[in-house]
């Protein structure tokens, strides 16, 4: 995994977005997508096409000039494995739901990869969240979501102050609805994945 902290991580300069302009139709990412809970195969039909599509969604909705070559990594896990980092890059010893690490997409070699960064996701507090919360989503949809939501986060999008929240909320709306996933936002406060 990238070694750097998620963009909510405290005392961290916020990464900088690239210009926005369409994805280029050549550009495909690589995206590498790891297990280390089996739980995520067992509970989501599919689990494998819907985060690529979910990823997939929000990398070419983004409206973000992205490198010719580039990958990233998305990382089903446990609660546990998740507290682990947010504990060692966020100072919070507890799970949470998703963690973004993005990469450094200025550092861009011919015919090597740029790296966006990782987007880790923890089985029991999304689960739990669906459950608790009576979300209208399904966890399917509540996982699409959060892939969205971190990849974007990725790509230099933040929650942090209302204005870039709301700009977040509305672009992870349009995305999930081109993947026919109802408004997250719905009937609810905004409230951050």
């Not at 070419?60 to 507290?83: F, H, K, M, N, R």
Request: proline content about 7%; some cysteine.
């Amino acid at each position: 995994m990238a070694k750097k902290p998620s963009a909510k991580t405290p005392g961290r300069s916020r990464p900088t977005r690239p210009k926005k302009t369409a994805a280029p139709k050549s550009a495909r990412p690589t995206i590498a997508l790891s297990f280390d809970c089996e739980a995520w195969e067992d509970a989501v039909l599919d689990v494998e096409e819907l985060c690529l599509r979910a990823a997939d969604a929000a990398l070419s909705g983004a409206g973000v000039e992205l490198p010719p070559l580039y990958e990233l990594s998305l990382v089903l896990t446990t609660d546990a494995e998740i507290q682990i980092l947010n504990r060692m890059w966020r100072n919070q010893d507890k799970p949470t739901n998703v963690l973004s690490f993005p990469g450094d997409m200025d550092i861009v070699h011919d015919d090597v990869p740029v790296l966006l960064g990782d987007v880790v996701v923890a089985f029991e507090t999304t689960k739990r969240e669906v459950e608790e919360q009576k979300l209208a989503a399904s966890l399917s949809d509540h996982l699409s979501h959060l892939i969205v939501h971190g990849v974007l986060h990725l790509l230099g999008y933040d929650h942090e102050i209302d204005e870039e929240a709301e700009e977040m909320e509305q672009l992870e709306t349009e995305l999930l609805a081109g993947l026919g996933i109802p408004n997250p936002y719905a009937d609810h406060e905004r409230r951050n994945p």
